[in-house]
Every structure is written in C-alpha cells, then in structure tokens.
C-alpha cells in the first residue's frame, strides 16, 4: 500500500519566520490532503490538493503526483499557527487516507 | 451545518466493558471511515463503510464492530475493552473514494 513520510518531524520557528513542510508518497494518488491538528486534537482541513497549486492567505501548498511529493508552505508564522500538521494520501477505491507521522511545528513570540 | 459529529467527547472504560462511540455526518457523503490516533503518530483505519448496509475492515479492526444501516449514521463498537484500546478515535466521512475527507472532533477514550 501507499507509505506517507513527512519531513521535517519537528521544527522551530521564530513568529514572523517562513516554513517548507515536505510530504514524500510512495505510489501514485487520487487524493492527498493536509492538515493542522491544534493543540485541542482536532484536525482542520488545510487543503485538497492531489495535484497542482492552490493558496489560502499565508497558507500554500503544492503537489508534483508525477514526482510524488506535496510541500506546505507557511509564510509570516504566527503563535497559532503551532500544532501537528498531517498529509494524507488515498489511492485506492476505498477512499480511505494513508497518513504521515506529522511535522510538530513550534512557534515561539 | 454540524458536518461530522461525534459523541461522547471524553471516556474512561473499565477493562472488558463495552461502549459504542457514535459518529453522524449531515453531509449526505456515501464513504464513512472510522480512524484511530496514538500518541505521537498519525491515524490509522480501523473500518469503512462505502454506502449504507456495507462495511470492511481496515488496518486495525481487531477488538471492534460497527454497522452503517443510514447515510448519516456510523457507530464504532468496542466489545471487551482493553487497554490498547485507549486511543483518539476520529470519524470522518467524503462523498466519494478520490474527494475531500473532512473529520470529527474526535473521542478520547482510556481503558483502565
């Protein structure tokens, strides 16, 4: 089955500073999302994004499905912007995600 | 638009108790995944459903159940709990197989 594996596993930040998450899948996808777990456990929908571009304020993320890898890009970090983030994979038909172990980011003021 | 819902939020179970965590989505999606959380790592599946009266296992079903008889409604049954079984469980549900998956609030679970 598809393996996920996210790189860096834990960064610091200084508030202000930018950010490149990596995410590494091991078979081609019809899905790959991102996510922010907040310190509270839940798990906020970043973006969809099997292939292409997209950006959400600070926010943008890439995926190369024919090199397969996904970036999420953070600008101007903020406090808030602390938690675990997670990519998740699909490809099969039963539409079920396969997820990295997560990149723990720290943001300090 | 509540989106997924989970109940209870929080629970403590006894070893060899049994609980039902309920999961409903008002989304009219078709897939429904039931996922657990360790500490320190990612989800993994425990079972799916792809559309109502169907059900199949994922990476981790040993020790649990569940049905789907509506679209909306997706309930995971812990029989004989262990306390491996303490864990965060998320429910999540997408229209289809390759579209957006979108997520419960969770259930935080210890068997003691």
């Known amino acids: 089955g598809i393996q996920v594996e996210q790189s860096p596993p834990d960064l610091i930040l200084q508030e202000g500073a930018n950010s490149t998450l990596r995410c590494n899948f091991s078979d081609s996808v019809n899905n790959l999302q991102w996510f922010h777990q907040n310190p509270w456990g839940q798990l906020i929908n970043l973006f969809y994004i099997p292939s292409g571009t997209k950006q959400n304020g600070r926010l943008s993320a890439t995926t190369v499905a024919t090199e397969r890898y996904s970036l999420l890009y953070i600008s101007s970090s903020q406090t808030t912007d602390s938690g675990v983030y997670f990519c998740a994979a699909g490809g099969g038909s039963q539409g079920n995600l396969i997820f990295g172990k997560g990149t723990k980011l720290s943001v300090k003021p | 638009n509540a989106g997924v819902t989970q109940t209870p939020k929080f629970h403590i179970l006894k070893i060899g108790q049994s609980m039902t965590l309920q999961c409903t989505q008002d989304?009219?999606?078709?897939?429904m995944y039931w996922y657990r959380q360790d500490p320190g790592m990612g989800l993994k599946l425990i079972y799916y459903s792809v559309g109502a009266g169907i059900t199949d296992k994922g990476e981790v079903p040993n020790g649990y159940n569940v049905s789907r008889s509506t679209t909306e409604d997706f309930p995971l049954r812990l029989e004989l709990a262990a306390p491996s079984q303490t864990s965060v469980y998320f429910c999540a549900s997408s229209r289809g197989a390759s579209t957006e998956a979108f997520f419960g609030q969770g259930t935080r679970l210890t068997v003691v």
């Open positions: 989304m009219n999606h078709n897939y």
